[in-house]
């Protein structure tokens, strides 16, 4: 009887709630005298609308230009759940009438955009805000705003703290002495677009023209997708900082950063169970220089994290680091200090450095690394796994080997696509082996034409899914003492810390959304690639099956009855015709590497140690 009362009394309140909720207009040929209730009566300012809205409430605004200045009522009090859609054309009756030319590919665009501007004019005050910064809100929206030319010298120019949705909004030249937009909990930002953003601050590394932080007061994540941050300037494109206490599972997903001259993407993760998702997305065209006598920065990505991050299936291209190089500085395009930090199934091309392209602190598996300038290095007293990757094409920076390992670092470099002589490992507890050769050019259906920065329109046509004939196709390690290694024990259990529970269905497809290990095999790189005749399988030979496996110096095959073994290098030669007898059989090779073995009419494929 109680509960019934009580749902009796929540949902009368939510009914009336219902019934009460208004919309306020505002339009550019309001006055602030009217009650805001229609078009015809509309207010002038968003400042007005507030204090006409009540929880529930919207906020309408014609498109039009609203100029902001100094001044007892410029700051815009937001208030927790009045929700504010812009970009109207006046007299619109559903916030489905507003036009956009193309909402699929610029969601942000409208054919009457509402635009927010202090024409450049450095404020003193900050234009959006709130006065009640200790309270965490329900929930607000805004959406289909632009905010353009704006500046301010008071911190951040839109503090939104908690709960809220930004949403088909443009943020376009604005300037701030620490922060453009900032989320402290419970934010999504999505279908934006961030554009040449800078700092007005005298330290210009601290500076962010988005940043998500789970703070200690509100313990929640923040997340954002499909979002364009283009030209933007000093300090992080985006920042995300996850206090200790945090709580929760963020992601950033479908964005595209291209022609920054900042680092785009920057991690604070101290939270132990904060663990972060990068998915599908592009990095192409940035271009900075790291801060000099640095270790951990790079271009694309920076920093630190105490709990796991999963950077899958991204595409990162035609970046440049122009630091000088320095005996301290690594002046890394990609740079993963946290040992729980994972790069998976990403394609990593003409990038640019003069010393590191990538440095890792944690794991890289099933990456394509093609035609870069710079090596790539693990980091000091690193214990990461580099499994199933392929290194082609890249020209050496770091002690004239593409991938650099010290003696503090014990790592494991297995099932990569590159040559022995290119891998410098220190460390002689490190377990490097497997291999894969004959990986080049020619494995790609239509890689660039150079290591190092190309045209825009070169690296956006090039296709580095793999040829039918590829050495690289279903070479990779799946299956490791009986167990799936792939996602579950390589790229799942390796960091031994709480994954993003995302993390593990992105992992399981490719770059280009196939299926990543088909029919029990898995190819080396970024993409699965077209399935051969030499696929591994256990083919039946007069109602028996065979058995074949490396072991070192040989190749073993098992059968049940006498046939012909035919064995094949990766260039496709015969260099071996062997009678075999029934049970099991050893066939020396003179060679480590990956062999074809055609076994009656079965084809088969191994490494020899």
Known sequence: MYMKKFFTIASALFLATSLSAKVVYVATDGNNSNDGSTWDNAVADIQKAYTLANAGDEIWIAGGTYTMTDGSALLVDMKDQVNVYGSFQKGDASIDARV?????????????????????????????????????????????????????????????????????????????????????????????????????????????????????????????????????????????????????????????????????????????????????????????????????????????????????????????????????????????????????????????????????????????????????????????????????????????????????????????????????????????????????????????????LVTNEEAVNADFSLNVSSPAINAGLWNYDGYDAYPELYVGYIDGTEIHDEAVAAYQKDLAGNVRVEDGKISLGAYQGAKTTSDIENAVLDNHSAIVYGIVGAIIVETEEMTNAFVYDMTGSLIKTVTINAGSNTIPVAGNGLYLIKVGNAAYKTIVK
């Not at 922060?179 to 677009?193: A, P």
């Not at 590159?418 to 494995?443: H, L, Q, W």
């Open 100 to 452: 956009r030319p193309d909402a699929v590919n610029k969601p942000y665009e409208f054919d009457n955009p509402t635009i927010f501007t202090t024409e450049g004019v450095t404020l003193s005050q900050r234009p959006f805000g709130r006065s009640n910064t200790t309270d965490e809100w329900v929930g607000a929206i805004l959406d289909g705003l632009s905010f353009s030319d704006m500046a301010t010298s008071n911190g951040k120019l839109l503090f939104l703290q908690t709960g809220v949705t930004m949403q088909n909004c443009i943020v376009k030249n604005c300037g701030g002495t620490e922060i453009i937009v900032y989320f402290e909990g419970n934010g999504l930002m999505k279908d934006c677009l961030v554009e040449g953003c800078y700092s007005l601050g005298s330290d210009k590394t601290k500076f962010y023209a988005v940043r998500l932080c789970a703070s200690a007061a509100f313990k929640k994540i923040n997340n954002i997708e499909n979002v364009t941050f283009k030209n933007n300037k000093d300090g992080s494109s985006l920042h995300l900082y996850n206090y200790a206490e945090g709580n929760g599972r963020s992601y950033v997903k479908n964005c595209t950063f291209d022609g920054n001259t900042n680092y785009c993407l920057a991690f604070k993760n101290d939270g132990a169970s904060t663990p972060v998702l990068v998915d599908h997305c592009l990095f192409e065209n940035n271009k900075c220089a790291t801060a000099a006598n640095t270790v951990g920065e790079g271009v694309v990505f920076t920093g630190n994290s105490a709990s796991a991050v999963a950077i899958t299936n991204c595409i990162i291209r035609n970046n440049e680091n122009t630091a000088a190089a320095t005996a301290d500085s690594k002046n890394a395009i990609i740079a993963l200090n946290g040992g729980s930090m994972k790069l998976v199934n990403c394609l990593i091309h003409n990038n640019k450095s003069n010393r590191l392209n990538i440095y890792v602190a944690g794991h890289m598996i099933n990456n394509t690394v093609v035609n870069n300038i710079g090596s790539v290095g693990a980091a000091t007293k690193s214990m990461g796994d580099y499994i199933n990757n392929i290194f082609v094409n890249n020209t050496p920076t770091e002690g004239n080997t593409v991938f650099t390992a010290d003696s503090e670092s014990n790592i494991e470099f297995i099932y990569n696509g590159i040559a022995e002589t290119d891998v410098t490992i220190a460390n002689d507890n490190a377990y490097a082996d497997y291999y894969i050769s004959g990986i080049d050019a020619s494995s790609f259906v239509n890689p660039t034409s150079t290591a190092g």
